[in-house]
């Protein structure tokens, strides 16, 4: 069973920084997709960054230039760098996982990011 825990969650004002872990069960982040995703009160879940299996970046638009997904093989860990926080940050952080010898994703517990002043 796979697991997923991520940590680094809190209150921040706006402009400032934090930085989300998720640590993963078992040496397969390297032959898998890792996604960030977030959830606003009353809004869908949608995607903030993904690490592939080269260790390509993508980002939503949303968040390109503030935020720097990366991965840390030794430590099966990977984390998301949150820089220049704005209100509509705000969301729960979820920490995803896909591999194609896996028939379901796995999904971490969430992380609470609040974005405040």
């Known amino acids: 069973q796979v697991q997923l825990v991520e940590s680094g969650g809190g209150l921040v004002q706006p402009g400032g920084s934090l930085r989300l872990s998720c640590v993963v069960s078992?040496?397969?982040?390297?032959?898998?997709?890792m996604g960030w995703y977030r959830q606003a009160p009353g809004k869908q879940r949608e995607l903030v960054a993904t690490?592939?299996?080269?260790?390509?970046?993508t980002y939503a638009n949303s968040v390109k230039g503030r935020f720097t997904a990366s991965r840390d093989k030794v430590k099966n860990t990977v984390y998301l760098q949150m820089n220049s926080l704005k209100p509509e940050d705000t969301a729960v952080y979820y920490c995803?996982?896909?591999?194609?010898?896996?028939?379901?994703?796995?999904w971490g517990q969430g992380t609470q990011v609040t974005v405040s002043s």
């Open positions: 690490i592939g299996t080269g260790g390509t970046t």
């Open positions: 078992g040496r397969i982040i390297s032959a898998s997709t």
């Open positions: 995803n996982l896909q591999n194609p010898y896996m028939a379901n994703a796995y």
